[in-house]
């Protein structure tokens, strides 16, 4: 009868106001055929409709193989799961007495590896285990209401860097989230590195800390359009969108470059088409790298947003804490 009701109630939701889509809080503590069911019949009324949630490992009168949790997630395989890998990789932990703890991006170049696995949507096995049968069931995400937003965490792990280093890591951790294969997720204020003055839990607290601020919004606007290139290069680029474990296996190639800096080819043209070759460099550190092509690229995005104009180079320099993407047409 638990089953009945839930899966009446999100019917119910979804006819009778148009509900797009559920997110399931510890969707672990429910079971995998009750999940299952909820998102065909919802389904079959909205044919776009989206089902994630919390798949977190709870401990309950279940046993492990019946939980609706992230390590089930190829028995739920359109279900999505928000991926605390990704975070903590990227980021570093997020318990309040780990703040300190970085994460790839956050200055610890020993996670590259891992970045490699998150970064392909946790589906193919570098550095763990795959952790989902399609990286459509990865949700990519490293600030949500829970915890620090970003930039809280930021000054905590990089206590000696300032602000505008802090944003530029906020910048490029945004565009890594959004260039990820899997489903990228952004919380309210992150797009500008909006923080909660330290307060990781901030349910019961006043509008002084939730809020979006807009006089912060207009002193970072160069942040703002940046984000807005992010979601345009997320549109026009479908290699961006690869989701079947197949086709990221055929088409992505890592490359560790001196200094720990991180170079990504797309290189399978039927894939990827009209494209030969696309590359992107990540470089989290405090230097610049150089490096030479082997042809000459069109440079298409770098920690200035969209790049509009005609911009050809043999030889590339990325700067500090920066992504830059490239195409051979």
Known sequence: MARKYIIDACIFWVKEYGIDGFRFDLMGLIDIETINLVYQECKKIKSDFIMYGEGWDMPSCM??????????????PNVGFFNDRFRD??????????????????????YIDGFKHV????????????????????????????????????????????EATLLRRVKLINASVMFASGVPFFHMGQEIGLSKYGEGNSYNLPDSINQFRYN???????????????????????????SRKEDLEKTIEFNTEFGGILKIR?????????YQNILIYINPTCSSY?????????????????ISSNLY????????????MLVKE
């Open 63 to 76: 046993g492990q193989q019946q939980r609706a949790s992230m390590n089930n997630a190829f028995l739920m």
């Open 89 to 110: 990789i990227v980021k570093g932990k997020t318990g309040h007495d780990e703040l300190y703890v970085r994460g790839y991006l956050s200055g610890d170049i020993n």
């Open 119 to 162: 970064f392909s949507g946790s589906v193919l096995p570098i550095a763990y285990p795959p952790l989902f049968a399609s990286a459509s069931q990865s949700i990519n995400y490293v600030e949500c209401h829970d915890n620090n937003t970003i930039f809280d965490k930021l000054k905590v792990c990089c206590y000696n860097e300032d």
């Open 216 to 242: 912060e919004l207009d002193q970072r606007i160069d942040l703002y359009h940046f984000f807005i290139d992010l979601v345009s290069i997320r549109k026009e680029y479908s290699f961006l969108r690869l």
């Open 266 to 274: 797309y290189k399978n043209k039927d894939i990827i088409n009209p």
């Open 290 to 306: 150089e490096t030479d092509l082997e042809d000459y690229y069109k440079i298409v995005f770098n920690e200035s947003g969209k």
């Open 313 to 324: 180079s043999q030889h590339l320099i990325v700067n500090p804490l920066s992504l830059v």
